[in-house]
């Protein structure tokens, strides 16, 4: 044994080689954390100084090679100075150039994923062999950074200018066969052969078959591009990029620009430009808010495991109600490999569901993401029925009729007859009370809310909503099902709204207000699009309907009269009572029409002013500033109350609950990061001038404690 540390061992191997292997002890996973760096970098300097080793094979005891840095400990790194982040990377640099530089041939058995910071370790080796399973990436712009342990330099040099700057600006994962095509691995080969692989590569490398200094020639390099073809690749690229990050996302144009300024230079000078770009990204605010999402998403991820710990296994479920709704849960249960029966009470009403589970699965295959065999497959776990034959087999059950107390406390109770047990039902509802709905059943322990989001394949979040009655078998259950339908669940408490429409109506009502005082809505929506929500509060009115939103309007307005309820008529009742409701019938704030490719669209409406005379108060100019103001101080307001009231256990689960369920700007990291970042006696401070406006625009008493002793809501 050459080497043997807590998270790497060094050994020698058949034919005069050295395995060095990774295996993060108690941990399920290899990451690049301070402990495994500082002992690669005490292995990687000892082989350094051995002569009689032919070559070094890097492999991982785990089923996953090395899944990237870890974002933990690093991101205390973007707390220092762009000066000490800098001279920090170049150390870690030194780790990586002195495996490029061994004096012998390199080659990586890369048998499962291999992301960020450990797909560029790959890169320093001289050959890569990959298995047919595994994943290799660089998603670092997503965190609001590049990669900064070599890949921008690396990776150009060695896949070409273009597939580098769609895989690093881009920041997606590539399978086996698409990292073979462009040249990142050198040889994709079945999982259970790729250390073998690996091997046979190595001893040809060591035999001169395989020329790996040539290789390492292109990665320590210039890129090999004349002027006229550099200027050609970065430049076409740059409005392409830039159009799709957006102008609120820096990093993949930094990345881009990181390469593009490094392309004529050897490795060590096109290093700095890397750290000293990546300094530069990592102190940006943009930055800390998606690191702060990333942390969030573990944290709540480590909170679903609890629960499905303590959780039967859902193997077989049903769904009440074969709407867009139930069709959609029927789908996208079936699609994970959850069997379901689908009830409702008739043939007409059935196929609804199927069909729209037939539309998804379509579209599944037009995007090359299944065939028809796999589409026949999915759709055979979707068993539909017209009676409650089979509920007494199910796990759980998704009622999910129209949105009315009264029809699906009759349903929840009707269904209970047939069901065994111990079988948890669930109701799909975005207003109702748990509670209340409770009071129909005679087990109310074994019932709870799961909350899904239209449309039900796109939207991640599931809200589980927890009654007074609630069993903690019923919530770890349901939480258990909402993961294995590939949902990102949140367990709330019960309230009107419960957390995202609790909090999303009151911006709104701000909306309302705006309107109500002179404001043009496609004014509000505009800026509330530059301000990153991807739509305004009037469009977002129409795609979630009208009638819905009025609706709804009414269920806050009753459950917290003091804030949300109003007098009079607003935009939004006048535009229910002239039956305008939205995309559904292609009129709302705005008109829908069908484009040539027969997309609906959104287009201006000249009826419109006129239709909302007497609502809408004379026309006044509004600042950027204030739109903004108005818009987003009632939202951050009743997201603090939620937090306090204790409908939402953590600052973390309510800001990642709006940025799942109501496309809360994610570079703005929540409501409560954005308090945080702007800090609270200054939002206390913006809040003022509106306070007459009601109690929608004043900040709680905790919240003005909080701001007069300058504390936060995570604690940095």
């Not at 047919?132 to 609001?144: H, I, M, N, R, T």
């Not at 469009?539 to 007098?567: K, N, W």
Request: hydrophobic share 45%; net charge negative.
């Amino acid at each position: 044994m050459i080497f043997q540390g807590k998270a790497i061992r060094a050994s020698e191997i058949e034919g005069g080689f050295v395995e060095v292997t990774f295996d993060l002890q108690g941990d399920s996973v290899n990451k690049l954390n301070q402990m495994t760096l500082a002992e690669l970098r005490d292995v990687v300097t000892q082989l350094s100084q051995m002569t009689d080793v032919k070559g070094a094979l890097f492999s991982s005891a785990k089923d996953c090679f090395i899944v990237g840095a870890d974002i933990t400990e690093f991101s205390q790194m973007f707390d220092q100075s762009e000066e000490a982040i800098v001279e920090h990377l170049l150390s870690l640099h030194e780790i990586f150039n002195t495996i490029e530089d061994l004096p012998f041939p390199t080659v990586t058995a890369i048998n499962g994923v291999a992301f960020g910071g450990g797909f560029e370790l790959c890169l320093s080796t001289d050959f890569r062999v990959m298995g047919q399973a595994a994943k290799v990436g660089l998603p670092e712009v997503k965190l609001g950074i590049y990669p900064g342990w070599g890949g921008t330099v690396r990776l150009p040099r060695l896949i070409g200018v273009d597939n580098a700057n769609e895989w690093i600006c881009g920041g997606s994962d590539k399978r086996a066969d698409a990292a073979l095509k462009d040249g990142a691995v050198d040889a994709v080969v079945a999982q259970d052969a790729v250390r073998e692989a690996a091997l046979d590569l190595l001893a040809k490398a060591a035999e001169g078959v395989f020329d790996y200094q040539a290789r390492r020639t292109e990665k320590t390099t210039a890129i090999k591009l004349n002027a006229i073809e550099q200027m050609m690749a970065f430049e076409s690229a740059k409005g392409f990029i830039g159009g799709k990050a957006g102008p609120h996302y820096p990093a993949p144009l930094a990345a881009l620009g990181a390469i593009q300024k490094s392309a004529n230079m050897t490795r060590d000078k096109a290093i700095q430009v890397e750290a000293k770009g990546f300094a530069k990204l990592a102190t940006n605010s943009v930055t800390r808010a998606l690191v702060g999402l990333f942390l969030k998403d573990q944290y709540i991820k480590k909170v679903s495991k609890q629960y499905e710990k303590d959780a039967a296994p859902v193997t077989k479920t049903a769904v009440l109600g074969a709407g867009i709704m139930g069709g959609g849960v029927a789908y996208q249960s079936a699609s994970k490999g959850v069997p379901i029966l689908m009830k409702d009470i008739n043939d007409k009403a059935l196929q609804l569901g199927l069909d729209e589970a037939t539309k998804l699965l379509n579209g599944q295959i037009k995007r090359g993401k299944m065939d028809a065999q796999q589409m026949a497959k999915v759709l055979t776990q979707i068993t539909p029925t017209l009676s409650y034959g089979d509920f007494d087999r199910v796990d759980l059950v998704v009622e999910a009729v129209v949105e009315n107390a009264k029809v699906k406390a009759s349903v929840l109770a009707d269904v209970e007859k047939a069901v065994s047990p111990d079988t948890i039902l669930t109701s799909n509802t975005s207003t109702i009370s748990i509670t209340e709905l409770a009071k129909s059943l005679e087990r109310p322990e074994n019932f709870c809310g799961m909350h899904f989001f239209n449309p039900v394949h796109r939207m991640p979040l599931v809200e589980v909503i927890r009654g007074e009655k609630s069993s903690e078998v019923a919530i770890a259950r349901t939480v258990a099902y909402a993961k294995a339908m590939g949902k990102t669940p949140i367990v709330v408490n019960d309230c009107p709204g419960f957390l995202v429409n609790r909090v999303l109506f009151p911006y709104f009502a701000g909306f309302s207000l705006l309107l109500r005082d002179g404001a043009d809505f496609v004014q509000v929506d505009k800026v509330m699009e530059r301000f990153g929500w991807p739509m305004g509060p009037a469009y977002l009115l129409d795609v979630v309907g009208i009638d819905t939103g009025h609706h709804a309007d009414s269920v806050m307005a009753q459950g917290f009269p003091d804030r949300m309820g109003h007098e009079g008529e607003n935009a939004i009742d006048r535009l229910y009572q002239l039956q305008r409701f939205g995309q559904k019938n292609n009129k709302g704030f705005y008109r829908y029409e069908l484009d040539r490719r027969g997309k609906q669209v959104k287009v201006l409406d000249d009826e419109v002013p006129a239709l909302l005379e007497g609502v809408v108060g004379a026309s006044r100019e509004f600042s950027e500033d204030e739109i903004i103001a108005r818009m987003m101080i009632p939202l951050c307001i009743e997201t603090v109350r939620c937090l306090e009231d204790g409908i939402v256990a953590t600052p973390a689960e309510a800001d990642m609950g709006l940025i799942y369920g109501i496309g809360f700007p994610p570079f703005r990291g929540g409501a409560l990061h954005y308090l945080d970042e702007m800090g609270l006696q200054a939002f206390v401070d913006m809040a003022a001038p509106y306070a007459d406006l009601g109690a929608l625009y004043q900040p709680t008493e905790k919240m003005k404690q909080m701001a007069a002793n300058g504390e936060t809501y995570f604690g940095k």
